[in-house]
Structure formats: structure tokens, C-alpha cells
């Protein structure tokens, strides 16, 4: 069973910084890629941020440039999201999703992956930003 799990959430104040984790399990750490997204009430899912494997640079949604990093740790089966700089419109539930590699298509970035492609899901973890 493929389990993804997020931790690293929380009420940070204007200008401050969090870092997420995404935990995989129950799958091959290569087989997949990953993206962050994060919905917020009234809002569509967005995808924040994400990589694939041969991707020379990650995706990062525009008002996030410059603020939010993505990377993974292979051997620890996990992929972070370090967000600095948080603004209230960052407040949001944030969740990481994997995408079967065989869904890859070479050549399109991963931002141009619908939502609802791919295959599993974590809990997501709220992050709230004071101003």
C-alpha cells in the first residue's frame, strides 16, 4: 500500500519560515514523482512545486519564486518543501501527491499535470501564516 505523509505544518508569522516533509511508503522511491499542492478555502488546488526526475530546475507556481525550495532526501524515501518568506496568502492545506513514472510523458513539465493524474495522496498538513 502506497502511503504519503506530510508533517511540518503550522501558525508561523508573517516573514517566518516552515519547512514540509512528505514521507513515501509501500513503493519504490524512483517509480514515482511528486508534487506539492495546496488548496485554500475558496480556492482551487494549486500546485505549488514539483520535480521530475530529468528535470534540470523544479517547477515552482509564480508567487512562490524565489521563496519556497524543493528537494528529496532518496534514501530517506522523502521530498521537502522549504518554504521562507511565508505571506498570509501561503495559508493553505498543503498535501504532496505521487504520480506513476509511467504517466510521464518526456518532455512535458510536471506543472502541466493535472491534480486529478495523480495517483496517491497524503493527509495534507495546514499551514497557517499570521500577518
Known amino acids: 500500500e502506497v502511503q504519503l505523509v506530510e508533517s511540518g505544518g503550522g501558525l508561523v508569522q508573517s516573514g517566518g519560515s516552515l519547512r514540509l516533509s512528505c514521507t513515501i511508503s509501500?513503493?519504490?522511491?524512483?517509480?514515482?514523482?511528486i508534487g506539492w499542492f495546496r488548496q485554500s478555502p475558496g480556492k482551487a488546488r494549486e500546485v505549488v512545486s514539483c520535480t521530475f526526475r530529468g528535470d534540470s530546475r523544479s517547477y515552482y507556481v509564480d508567487s512562490v519564486k524565489g521563496r519556497f525550495t524543493f528537494s528529496s532526501d532518496p534514501a530517506k524515501n522523502t521530498v521537502y518543501l522549504q518554504m521562507n518568506n511565508l505571506k498570509s496568502d501561503d495559508t493553505a492545506v498543503y498535501s504532496c501527491a505521487a504520480l506513476r513514472a509511467q504517466k510521464v510523458v518526456v518532455g512535458i513539465g510536471c506543472e502541466n499535470y493535472a491534480w486529478r493524474e495523480y495517483d496517491h495522496w497524503g493527509q495534507g498538513t495546514q499551514v497557517t501564516v499570521s500577518s
Open positions: 509501500g513503493v519504490t522511491f524512483g517509480a514515482y514523482r
